[in-house]
């Protein structure tokens, strides 16, 4: 009897102790903390004992007829695999659409009046921290009378690129142009993350967020900016919030339209969500985008994620079959502008692409990763992120104390609710539920999103 009661006590304390820890973890997030700004070399070899050269250059997209050459004979010599009856995109991208993509590519579509489009804004490059920064810096064509516009740094992720926000930065930069008014104009400056595009890749392992967060933090200094608004998605998103993290007295403010927001108490909710609802904080709107559980959040990351297990293992072996194919590179990516924009598509024959997208826009984001070689290192951004475990990382256990704003797009991978977001971003003053849109919301909705991002800014000026 002794031996059970004393058994009893010490089961007590040990379950006294883990909840008083918990409470203790979470609590003790909420100090204000910044990411260390340090320094890093990502260049070959060692470090000059130079100063870096600090000039800005501009810039411009080339090709060539050997270039296009050299695509169409690839093209030319691919195999496909038939696909299995009635299988649509459930296997994946369906080798049946992709001739018809194939087709259009080597038959139809202009890389050199789309390298025309791409050059309509200036391209600039400069080495921050031994490496060639990549980016557009698009300012207003006209601005009213005793203004000055407010700089926006916008980051892609991945499998996207600077791209996706051609057709937003007319929103944003020339609004009264564009049916908005002009009480918030913006210049907008969209580098290409280190290893994407024409942003020169790390030669050094460990290149993560943070590093990209402090280079762009660094090349917004360079470009005369002391403070300046942040907004991402994807990737974009976290590395916005490591420079919130970073430098918060240098960021007016964060638009975010995705949030890594897993380590919450909130998170922990979820299966009992749908039916406690209100005493856990969701909407019906919340309700609708996250329930049933198993399918619209188990199911749907089980089924969406085997890509990023693969990037944050081993991503140089499916590098090398996505760097020698156009074709196998163009399947992989544009499967993610199927279902990835919205779920349902992958229930169609053509999973959906052109509902949302024109060939000419797809395949030109696919051109930049061939034409510059950069799947492959755009893939290692997986394993330098989460190869140790996202966990891992102080920023994932850090809140952000910048003003922020975020808009959630129906068709996003994950919905994050409005307390999941303000758990990790205290001051949440903006939280939108949009009435469409998935993933790629720049490129998809560009004109929903550059409202939300006037709407918080105007919210965030007139306190």
């Not at 049946?96 to 600039?124: A, C, G, M, T």
């Not at 790390?202 to 608004?229: C, D, H, P």
Request: charged content about 25%; hydrophobic content about 35%; some cysteine.
């Amino acid at each position: 009897m002794h031996l059970a009661r004393s058994r009893v006590m010490w089961l007590e304390i040990l379950l006294t102790s883990v909840l008083g820890f918990v409470i203790y973890w979470f609590v003790s997030r909420d100090k204000e903390e910044t990411l260390p700004l340090e320094d890093g070399w990502w260049g070959p070899g060692s470090r000059p004992t130079g100063r870096e050269d600090e000039s800005i250059r501009p810039f411009k997209v080339e090709t060539s007829d050997e270039e296009i050459n050299d695509l169409h004979q690839r093209i030319d010599k691919a195999r496909l695999t038939p696909p299995l009856e009635d299988s649509r995109f459930h296997y994946g991208f369906n080798s049946n659409y992709l001739k018809q993509i194939v087709s259009y590519w080597r038959n139809e579509f202009d890389w050199k009046k789309q390298v025309e489009i791409l050059n309509r804004y200036p391209h600039f490059k400069t080495k921050i921290e031994g490496l060639d920064i990549h980016f557009i810096h698009v300012k207003p064509p006209q601005l009213p009378s005793g203004r000055t516009p407010k700089p926006l740094l916008m980051v892609h992720g991945w499998p996207g690129s600077f791209y996706e926000f051609y057709k937003i930065i007319p929103f944003l930069t020339d609004p009264k142009s564009h049916g908005l008014g002009d009480e918030h104009v913006f210049e907008v400056i969209c580098p290409c993350i280190p290893g994407y595009g024409f942003s020169e890749a790390s030669s050094k392992k460990g290149f993560n967020t943070v590093a990209t967060a402090r280079i762009f933090y660094k090349l917004m200094l360079r470009l005369g900016f002391q403070e300046f608004y942040v907004q991402g998605g994807d990737w974009g998103a976290l590395i916005c919030t490591n420079i919130a993290q970073l430098v918060p007295s240098h960021v007016k403010g964060l638009h975010l339209n995705m949030a890594f927001v897993l380590r919450s108490f909130y998170t922990l909710t979820l299966p009992l969500g749908r039916h406690f609802a209100g005493l856990f904080g969701y909407t019906h709107k919340d309700v609708e985008l996250m329930y049933p559980f198993k399918e619209k959040i188990f199911y749907s990351l089980m089924r969406e994620s085997g890509y990023m297990h693969i990037q944050a293992t081993k991503p140089d072996t499916v590098g090398c079959a996505l760097n020698d194919s156009p074709v196998g590179l163009a399947a992989y990516i544009l499967e993610k502008f199927s279902t990835w924009t919205k779920s349902e598509f992958r229930d169609l024959e053509d999973g959906g692409l052109e509902r949302k997208f024109s060939l000419d826009d797809l395949l030109t984001n696919i051109m930049l990763y061939w034409t510059t070689g950069s799947i492959t290192s755009s893939q290692r951004f997986y394993k330098e992120n989460l190869g140790q475990g996202y966990m891992a990382h102080k920023h994932e256990r850090m809140k952000v104390y910048v003003p922020t704003g975020f808009a959630a797009f129906p068709c996003e991978l994950l919905h994050a609710p409005e307390n999941w977001v303000k758990f990790k971003y205290p001051k949440l003053i903006s939280y939108s539920y949009m009435p469409r849109g998935g993933h790629f919301a720049a490129f998809e909705e560009p004109q929903l999103l550059a409202q939300d991002i006037r709407k918080f800014v105007g919210l965030l000026e007139r306190q």
